[in-house]
């Protein structure tokens, strides 16, 4: 999980930046649109790498929830 994080945070500040230097080559504006977009983006990016790394790491991205129906049902006599 800690080798995902810093993966992650590193993978977001190289894709924040390569998406600014794209929108400046573009001539977009910057503005808060702007801002919103390029951390969109960039967060999206993070999150895949880090799920991409948890994913070649072995561990669950969910926790795996035990179920009831295992146990046998007790039946009741009247």
Known sequence: MLLSLIISTVVFFVAAG???RRLD???IPK???RGI?????AASVAWGVAAA???VQGKPV???IP???A???KEIDP
Do not use: E, H, R, S
């Open 25 to 27: 080559d573009m001539d």
């Open 31 to 33: 503005g808060m649109t």
């Open 71 to 73: 146990q046998p049902i």
């Open 67 to 69: 179920t009831q129906a």
């Open 53 to 55: 790394v948890n994913w």
């Open 18 to 20: 390569y998406f600014k």
């Open 37 to 41: 977009l390029v951390f969109t983006l």
């Open 62 to 64: 969910t926790p795996k």
